[in-house]
């Protein structure tokens, strides 16, 4: 089972900030946030990831609390090209069996003109 | 250009049929893995590869196999099909201490 829970879904104007939540309570101390997302008919895309400090990259911004118990993706001026599914993922950084991502249903963010 | 090839895009097959799908990834990708995506559904985790050796398996069936070669392809095979295995089956790899997975855009399967 996935060991994240975002909403189902949630709208955002274009060229707002869309902040999509996460909440990982039982997140482990050595696994990672990963976010990634899908467009309609397309393989999934990789966002941006991080362990427990705020990351930024040319696609998001990554906001993760102190207890890393929740997190939160922003993409700062959200375009028509944004509209995808965004699925928030925990991984364990350490090499072993546990490589597999695990995904939930993530969130269905539609960005209106 | 994603970098991940993933061959063909659409398959119908009869079901006890057994089918392979095929994925080209960028030179270097050395771990790729497999997943079942159901409508409306998250992907699911088949099984990865590393050096053409398994190290990962998600809770699925022996009837679902893999391998890797050493010119960073790879194959998903099912064999006896069963219509719950229709679905958008996606490959994705990538490089030692890369950031995350390139994905390709799927094989959507349906089994009839």
């Known amino acids: 089972d996935a060991k994240t829970t975002q909403p189902p879904s949630m709208d955002c104007a274009e060229g707002r900030a869309a902040n999509l939540p996460c909440n990982h309570s039982?997140?482990?101390?050595?696994?990672?946030v990963y976010w990634y997302r899908q467009i309609h008919s397309q393989g999934p895309q990789y966002i941006i990831h991080?362990?427990?400090?705020?990351e930024t990259n040319e696609m998001a911004s990554l906001i993760i609390t102190e207890d890393r118990k929740s997190s939160t993706l922003i993409l700062p001026h959200a375009t028509l090209r944004d509209t995808a599914v965004y699925y928030c993922i925990v991984r364990a950084s350490n090499a072993g069996n546990n490589r597999k991502l695990i995904w939930g249903l993530g969130t269905s963010l539609a960005v209106n003109p | 250009e994603t970098g991940v090839t993933q061959s063909p895009t659409h398959l119908i097959k009869t079901r006890g049929q057994q089918v392979t799908l095929r994925c080209s990834s960028q030179?270097?990708?050395?771990?790729v893995s497999w997943y079942q995506q159901a409508l409306g559904q998250g992907p699911q985790f088949i099984f990865q590869y590393y050096r053409e050796e398994e190290n990962g398996r998600g809770n699925f069936p022996p009837r679902f196999s893999g391998l890797q070669f050493p010119n960073y392809s790879s194959e998903l095979n099912v064999n006896a099909l069963e219509l719950d295995d229709s679905a958008l089956y996606l490959c994705?790899?990538?490089?030692?201490?890369?950031?995350?997975?390139?994905f390709g855009s799927g094989t959507r399967l349906t089994v009839v």
């Open positions: 991080g362990l427990k400090n705020n």
């Open positions: 030179s270097g990708h050395n771990t």
């Open positions: 039982t997140i482990s101390g050595n696994e990672y």
């Open positions: 994705a790899s990538r490089a030692t201490g890369a950031l995350g997975y390139t």
